[in-house]
């Protein structure tokens, strides 16, 4: 029976960049496992933050920490007092100099962890996970996504056999690699357990050589206007600015053939309303001027 892979790893190198930047030599490990206690002490210490991703990169004395999150200002707190109270505490236990940036997420309904946390605070909160799903798919599909399918499995309604249920709309192709898809396990403690909770987004297609560099934010996380137009710059006019050509060759325009204000637009419209109305009255007059004509005759006769 065919298991599917992690999408994210399935794609690092193709589209997808790692979440650990540096060259580890003979304490690959150590550095590894440093890594692990900076994001558990990042995520415990900003529950409510709203993180997504950290990417951490490493210098010969400085440690690099970028955290994307979709509330900045919780994580920044009043002042930049909350992020440096995390730099100074980071640099306890590291004994290195520690740097923090913040990359604010544009459309959190993109994004697939925070999808999931989303979903495990309403499944806490009592609510039904029904409910939760498929709200979040719509979100999800407003935002922008070409496709989103999220698995709930466990206890679900306090059910006394644990099952798992999926809802998807869209499409998300796991085996194409120029797929943007996003993935993320997230679980839910409620009072019958913990319920497992899978999401996958798909965010568009990638085209090209995308950059890998860690502070790359993905497509489907930009923002800005929605309402497309045209991409790119224009550039300048074949013929140069209108005020630079100089005058008119027939000089002024003079007024409008039909003398209105409303010009040949309102002229048409007028002549189509007069048609109209003739061919509506013509019959009966047709009609009223037959009536006329025998009418004397019936008398003659």
């Known amino acids: 029976m065919g298991q599917k892979v992690n999408p994210v790893g399935f794609r690092l190198g193709v589209i997808k ?87 604010e997420i544009k459309r959190p309904e993109l994004d697939a962890r925070l999808v999931g946390e989303s979903i495990a605070q309403q499944l806490a909160a009592r609510i039904s996970f029904r409910r939760a799903m498929k709200m979040s798919i719509q979100a999800a599909m407003r935002a922008g996504a070409e496709g989103i399918k999220i698995q709930c499995g466990g206890r679900l309604g306090g059910a006394e056999i644990a099952r798992s249920e999926q809802y998807k709309e869209g499409r998300t192709p796991l085996h194409t690699l120029r797929a943007d898809i996003d993935y993320a396990l997230s679980e839910a403690q409620t009072v019958y357990g913990k319920i497992g909770i899978k999401v996958w987004v798909m965010r568009g297609e990638v085209f090209g050589k995308p950059d890998l560099s860690p502070n790359q934010v993905p497509a489907g996380q930009q923002g800005g206007d929605d309402r497309g137009g045209r991409g790119g710059d224009r550039g300048p006019r074949r013929d140069g600015d209108r005020n630079d050509r100089g005058p008119r060759r027939d000089g002024d325009r003079g007024p409008r053939r039909d003398g209105a204000a409303g010009g040949p637009v309102v002229a048409r419209a007028a002549k189509a309303v007069a048609t109209v109305v003739v061919k509506a009255v013509a019959p009966l007059a047709v009609a009223t001027a037959a009536a006329r004509v025998a009418a004397p005759v019936a008398r003659v006769t």
């Open 17 to 103: 960049g790692w979440d650990s930047n540096w060259y580890g030599g003979k304490d690959f490990a150590d550095k590894l496992v440093e890594d692990e206690k900076i994001r558990k002490y990042i995520n415990a210490r900003i529950q409510k933050g709203g993180i997504s991703r950290i990417v951490i990169e490493r210098t010969l004395k400085r440690i690099t920490i970028t955290i994307n999150t979709a509330r900045p200002g919780v994580v920044i707190g009043k002042g930049g007092q909350e992020v440096d109270k995390i730099k100074d505490e980071l640099k306890e236990i590291t004994k290195k100099d520690v740097q923090i940036n913040i990359f």
